[in-house]
Each structure stands twice: as structure tokens, then as C-alpha cells.
């Protein structure tokens, strides 16, 4: 019985496979944690870069002197994210633009464009949701009008 113990301990050939067995799953969590963040920040960057144009878009409107509202101004923008460089899943995304509640820039008209997104998960195949992404940002559209009076 002895020597029996004494040539199992000495014996390694499943060593690797129960290190694995103990190591593995915190790899495979930590690698698929590193892919969400980065599917997040490039979801993020995309929101952004998304309310960027669809500000630019509202004062070369303004400026041009066409009339656009705010539902004309979220359609534009919806349509937008679905293209590249964006490719935003219309079902994940939200999108409003209302005039602020208080006007911060006399001779101009401020709007509030809220772009919000629910990124994909690395886990959706057991039914974990991604979290939800928010960003918010100002637009000033001066009034040319009375710019060019005084």
C-alpha cells in the first residue's frame, strides 16, 4: 500500500487538466468582461459621434433657413445611426431632441438631443441583457436674423 501512495503522488499526468479545471472559468470570465467593456465603449463613441451629426445636421438646417422640427430632426438621426459608420440596432436605440426648459443664449435656441443604447451582451445566449448607455448634449442654433440686426 505504500509504494501504491508513494507512485501517485509522483504521478502528474492529470496535473495540467485540474489546474485548468480551477483556473479556466476565471479566464474565460475575465476575457469575456474585457469584450463587453470594449463593445461598450465602442458603443458609447458611436452615440457621441452620432449626436455630433445629428447637431451639425440641425444648424446647417437652421442656417439654411429650413424650417425642421424635432420629430423631423429624431427621424434624421434614427435613420443615421442604422448606417455605417454607426450600424446602432434600431430595437436597442432611443433617441429624443426637445427644446430645453430654460433658453441659455439670448438669440439663439437651445435644443437637448438624449441618445440612449442598450449594447449587446456577451451573454444574450442566457438571456443576460446588456446594460443601458445615456448621453446628452446641448445644441445652440443661433438665430441668424438677429444676429445679422445688431
Do not use: C
Not at 455630433?52 to 424635432?70: E, F, H
Not at 451573454?123 to 441668424?144: N, S
Amino acid at each position: 500500500m505504500r509504494a501504491f501512495i508513494s507512485r501517485l503522488r509522483q504521478d502528474t499526468l492529470g496535473a495540467a487538466a485540474i489546474e485548468f479545471a480551477l483556473i479556466g472559468p476565471a479566464f474565460i470570465v475575465m476575457i469575456l468582461g474585457v469584450l463587453q467593456v470594449g463593445m461598450g465603449l465602442q458603443s458609447y463613441n458611436a452615440m457621441r459621434n452620432l449626436s455630433a451629426d445629428v447637431s451639425r445636421y440641425a444648424m446647417v438646417q437652421y442656417q439654411t433657413g429650413n424650417t425642421i422640427s424635432n420629430s423631423q430632426l429624431r427621424t434624421w438621426g434614427r435613420n443615421h445611426a442604422q448606417g455605417a459608420p454607426y450600424l446602432m440596432d434600431p430595437d436597442r436605440l432611443g433617441m429624443t431632441i426637445a427644446d430645453a426648459d430654460t433658453q441659455r443664449v439670448a438669440g439663439a435656441k437651445e435644443l437637448t438631443i438624449t441618445v440612449t443604447y442598450r449594447i449587446t451582451s456577451v451573454l444574450e445566449f442566457i438571456d443576460i441583457d446588456g446594460p443601458t448607455l445615456d448621453f446628452e448634449r446641448p445644441v445652440f442654433l443661433l438665430d441668424d436674423s438677429a444676429a445679422t440686426a445688431t
